[in-house]
């Protein structure tokens, strides 16, 4: 089994900056595709952005410009650095892996979530 767990939420202003962190922890082989969600109150979660192992990265249109995905492999942690910060902004946001670990096929394994929240 694998952990996720999610940091770095906070109430920020619009224009501001803010980045989150994610650290992934368990019996782990290896971490495929990493993923940042969110879902604002009321409506569905959506993708944010992904980082394949590679590195490779792709973006929701709404954050492109403004949000920047990372990802260090040794330390088994994925970040999102978030910019010119909007009230749309405001939601939980969730980190997202596929995982394999030592007892286990790969899994996709979801965190607790953050709170992110936009507002002056």
């Known amino acids: 089994q694998a952990q996720l767990v999610e940091s770095g939420g906070d109430l920020v202003q619009p224009g501001g900056s803010l980045t989150l962190s994610c650290a992934a922890s368990?019996?782990?082989?290896?971490?495929?595709?990493m993923a940042w969600f969110r879902q604002a109150p009321g409506k569905q979660r959506e993708l944010v952005a992904t980082?394949?192992?590679?590195?490779?990265?792709n973006y929701a249109n709404s954050v492109k410009g403004r949000f920047t995905i990372s990802r260090e492999n040794a330390k088994n942690t994925v970040s999102l650095q978030m910019s010119s910060l909007k009230p749309e902004d405001t939601a939980v946001y969730y980190c997202?892996?596929?995982?394999?670990?030592?007892?286990?096929?790969?899994?996709?394994?979801w965190g607790q979530g953050t709170q992110v929240t936009v507002s002056s």
């Open positions: 997202n892996a596929d995982i394999r670990t030592i007892t286990s096929a790969t899994a996709n394994y």
């Open positions: 368990g019996n782990i082989l290896s971490i495929y595709t």
């Open positions: 980082i394949t192992r590679g590195g490779n990265t």
